[in-house]
């Protein structure tokens, strides 16, 4: 047997439709936060959703009288909840929420058998396998900064599965539980120790990272949230010559919360909410550590060229989050999977 390192890079947007600062963390509607529902969505709801697939099973698609999308526009803009970006934000615009593989290495070189086959594939931050848990999806635990000792961005994607299934969304490639607190894996956030949650907690941040903002093809934030405005204010006035009342009515609404929370709202940290968190971007190292006492852990061993992936062992994985946009309920998320495996000589 000789010893390789399989590194499996994604990429791509999230949605979260999270309750924020100073409203409490389970506000299904919006009250003084910077996101709110309007009228054709559902209830705000914490979970994190990877793919627009989950969105739709979740919530369906719009209806008639909330469509508004030419031919050419992604399809997912008719599911409930999922909002459409102006013009300038081509990169979401064309992406659209899903999160996919782009590429695979072995001991740091491109393998290009092993990226025919995982290109594109579906990666999800899911719940699969955990019992008991009340939202869709696994949401960003903070519980009002009670987790990160007053720091507001300083959260934990939890419960933490990782999955990997191929482009049709068919087949599980690989599929692993990492527990907050390995002696005790069924304990909730709060029942976990502060130096347990820790280990997965960011490990550095970026207040304004312009790698990312030069990713997403942003250059400069408040410019951002002006273009939309002015995009949202002729989207009121088509849907209002259409005949759309509540089309324009929720177009209204988005208005006003990117008018009102791009302004210098207090000397704070809620200054300019929108704009601050656009180039915002944190870094998280940790190992996936679940056992298959814990819960399954899914290996297809026909995806891996031969290559067996070892189960007994942590898995390393790193991701930067950010770019969070207050009025589309959407992230960014770069990352990367690395898989200690094992080539019969």
């Given at each position: 047997m000789s010893t390789h390192v399989i590194d499996i890079d994604f990429e791509g947007f999230f949605l979260c439709r999270l309750a924020t600062d100073p409203d409490p963390s389970l506000e299904e509607r919006g009250i003084s936060g910077f996101t709110y529902a309007v009228a054709g969505e559902s209830l705000l709801n914490p979970a994190i959703f990877?793919?627009?697939?989950?969105?739709?099973?979740?919530?369906g698609l719009?209806?008639?009288?909330?469509?508004?999308?030419?031919?050419?526009?992604?399809?997912?803009?008719?599911?409930?909840?999922?909002?459409?970006?102006?013009?300038?934000?081509?990169?979401?615009?064309?992406?659209?929420?899903?999160?996919?593989v782009t590429g695979v290495k072995v001991n740091g070189s491109p393998d290009s058998k092993l990226t025919s086959v995982l290109a594109n594939a579906k990666v999800r931050f899911c719940v699969d396998g955990v019992k008991g848990w009340n939202f869709p999806g696994p949401i960003f635990e903070?519980?009002?900064?009670?987790?990160?000792?007053?720091?507001?961005?300083?959260?934990?994607?939890?419960?933490?599965?990782?999955?990997?299934?191929d482009a049709a969304d068919k087949t599980t490639f690989v599929q692993r539980f990492d527990p907050l607190d390995f002696d005790h894996p069924q304990n909730q956030m709060w029942q976990t120790p502060g130096d347990v949650v820790a280990r997965r907690l960011p490990v550095q941040r970026?207040?304004?990272?312009?790698?990312?903002?030069?990713?997403?093809?942003?250059?400069?934030?408040?410019?951002?949230?002006?273009?939309?405005?002015?995009?949202?204010?002729?989207?009121?006035?088509?849907?209002?010559?259409?005949?759309?009342?509540?089309?324009?009515?929720?177009?209204?609404?988005?208005?006003?919360?990117?008018?009102?929370?791009?302004?210098?709202?207090?000397?704070?940290?809620?200054?300019?909410?929108?704009?601050?968190?656009?180039?915002?971007?944190?870094?998280?190292?940790?190992?996936?550590?679940?056992t298959p006492q814990m819960a399954p852990i899914v290996v297809n061993s026909g995806a891996f060229a031969g290559y067996t992936i070892r189960t007994n062992e942590p898995w390393p994985v790193q991701y930067y989050i950010g770019a969070f946009d207050g009025d589309l309920m959407t992230g960014y998320i770069t990352g990367t999977l690395t898989l200690p495996a094992d080539l019969p000589a």
């Open positions: 990877c793919q627009p697939e989950d969105v739709q099973k979740t919530y719009k209806p008639p009288e909330y469509r508004d999308r030419a031919a050419d526009d992604l399809e997912q803009f008719d599911i409930v909840n999922i909002r459409q970006a102006s013009p300038d934000y081509a990169s979401y615009n064309t992406q659209g929420i899903g999160i996919n903070g519980r009002n900064q009670i987790v990160s000792d007053g720091d507001p961005d300083r959260f934990s994607v939890n419960p933490f599965v990782f999955q990997i299934k970026f207040p304004q990272s312009q790698v990312l903002l030069n990713s997403l093809g942003i250059e400069d934030p408040i410019d951002h949230f002006t273009m939309r405005s002015d995009w949202l204010a002729a989207k009121v006035a088509e849907a209002e010559a259409c005949g759309k009342t509540a089309l324009a009515e929720a177009y209204k609404s988005r208005q006003f919360a990117v008018d009102f929370f791009t302004q210098a709202t207090g000397p704070t940290v809620l200054s300019n909410r929108l704009a601050s968190r656009i180039p915002l971007r944190q870094l998280y190292i940790h190992e996936i550590r679940g």
